[in-house]
């Protein structure tokens, strides 16, 4: 089943512009992550934020998290054409070696 | 530093023959391994992970199986592919649980 879901599924936007997507979750967890797929290729690692956090950067993106919520959001800041690609959130519980993954959001920015 | 190699990068099968793909890590010992498959346009979901030499766990009931002969190899299996099976099929690495996994660029399967 599903543990985390990305909202929207699709965004599309200019070159400069800001992208925002979010990610709802239905159970506790020790961690969340935010992982990028370009078309056809693996996934790459973004930023990991733990459940004790609320905001985490890293160059232009920022990670928040609302354990409250069960919500987190990644925000990627003047995008970039090459920002092209999927956005996944991934969560992690305590004492499990699995990552459960949601559907991803396909970002598409346009030059 | 660590490399992740996942080989053949595509893969075309008739129904009914064997797979093998195989996943090899450099660069650390004793990692944590995943085989994750990925149907089009959607998120993984977890095949099998392992801790150790011998050691697989397996998530999902299916035509497939994991093994892990030596410590940085791991290798997804059938004896016989259905046309179910078809997908990206996505091996990653970890050194710890808690830490964010490292993927390898896939191995894109057909059945026909």
Request: charged share 15%; net charge positive.
């Amino acid at each position: 089943s599903q543990q985390g879901e990305e909202d929207p599924q699709a965004l599309s936007i200019q070159e400069g512009e800001n992208a925002t997507m979010n990610c709802s979750y239905k159970t506790s967890i020790n961690n969340l992550q935010w992982y990028r797929q370009n078309s056809g290729r693996g996934l790459v690692h973004l930023i990991l934020i733990r459940s004790n956090e609320r905001e985490k950067h890293s160059g232009r993106l920022r990670v928040t998290l609302d354990t409250s919520k069960k919500s987190s959001s990644l925000l990627i800041t003047a995008s970039r054409a090459a920002d092209t690609a999927s956005y996944f959130c991934a969560t992690g519980m305590d004492s499990s070696y699995k990552l459960i993954f949601g559907s991803g959001t396909r970002l598409l920015v346009r030059p | 530093s660590q490399t992740i190699h996942q080989w053949p990068a595509t893969l075309v099968q008739p129904v009914g023959s064997p797979l093998s793909l195989e996943c090899t890590v450099e660069g650390t010992s004793n990692p944590n391994l995943y085989w994750y498959r990925q149907a089009a346009g959607r998120g993984l979901q977890l095949l099998f992970y392992s801790v150790g030499i011998g050691q697989i766990s397996s998530e999902v009931p299916q035509n497939l199986s994991a093994s892990r002969p030596q410590d940085r190899q791991f290798i997804l299996s059938s004896k016989k592919l259905l046309l179910s099976d078809s997908g990206f099929y996505l091996c990653a690495w970890n050194g710890n649980e808690d830490q964010p996994q490292h993927f390898g660029d896939g191995t894109r399967l057909s059945i026909l």
